[in-house]
C-alpha cells in the first residue's frame, strides 16, 4: 500500500473534491485510494464500495443511479453515473466495475489525456497531477463522452423540467417573457 497510513478513512463519501478512486491491493484485500483536489486518503473499502456507499448518501441506490443513465442515454455497460445531481458529481469507470481493477473518475476534474501506449492513458486533472492509468486512449475517450452524454441530457431534462413547472405557474405571462409567444398563438388559436 502506498498511501500514507496517516490517511487512513474508515468513513469516506464521494465530494466535488473527489478526483479519482483507485483500487489498491492490500494483502488479500483491495482498499481504496481517493485522491482529492488536494488531499489523498486510503479506505478500506472496494472502490464500488465507496460509489455505492456515495450514491445512498445523497439518497439513491447505485442500481437506482444506473438505471437512471440507462433511462436517459440507453448505456448499460460500464455505465457512467451520477453521484449527486445537486452537486453535478459525474463519475465514470474505466472498466467493469464487477472487476477488482476498475479505476473511478470523475468527469469534472479531467483536464486532457493523452495515449501513452495501446493500454495506456495519461490523465491530466484540473489541479494539474498526473497520473497514467491502464486503460487504452480509445476506451478511456470513449468513457468520458458517454458521461458527456449523460451530463447534457440530464441537464436537458432538468431545463425541461424547469420550463414546464415556470408555464404552470406564470401560464401565457411566462412564455412572452422567454420568447415562447408560438405558445400563445397556439392556445390563441383554440379559442375559436
Request: proline share 6%; with cysteine.
Amino acid at each position: 500500500m502506498t498511501g500514507n497510513p496517516r490517511n487512513l478513512v474508515d468513513e469516506y463519501e464521494i465530494n466535488p473534491f473527489t478526483m479519482i478512486i483507485l483500487p489498491e491491493d492490500y494483502g488479500s484485500k483491495i482498499y481504496s485510494r481517493i485522491i482529492e483536489l488536494e488531499e489523498e486518503y486510503v479506505s478500506p473499502f472496494r472502490p464500488i464500495d465507496l460509489i455505492k456507499k456515495s450514491c445512498s448518501y445523497f439518497g439513491s441506490s447505485y442500481e437506482g443511479r444506473k438505471e437512471g443513465t440507462k433511462q436517459l442515454t440507453g448505456i448499460t455497460h460500464k455505465t457512467p453515473i451520477i453521484i449527486d445531481p445537486i452537486s453535478s458529481i459525474y463519475f465514470m469507470p474505466t472498466s467493469s466495475p464487477t472487476k477488482p481493477d476498475c479505476i473511478w473518475v470523475s468527469h469534472e476534474h479531467v483536464l486532457f489525456h493523452k495515449k501513452v501506449d495501446s493500454q495506456s492513458t495519461q490523465v491530466t486533472f484540473r489541479n494539474k497531477k498526473t497520473i497514467v492509468l491502464p486503460v487504452s486512449h480509445h476506451s478511456f475517450e470513449n468513457q468520458l463522452l458517454r458521461t458527456s452524454m449523460l451530463r447534457t441530457k440530464f441537464m436537458q431534462r432538468m431545463k425541461e423540467t424547469e420550463r414546464k413547472a415556470l408555464y404552470l405557474l406564470h401560464g401565457p405571462k411566462f412564455s412572452e417573457v422567454q420568447g415562447y409567444s408560438h405558445i400563445n398563438l397556439v392556445s390563441e388559436s383554440y379559442k375559436d
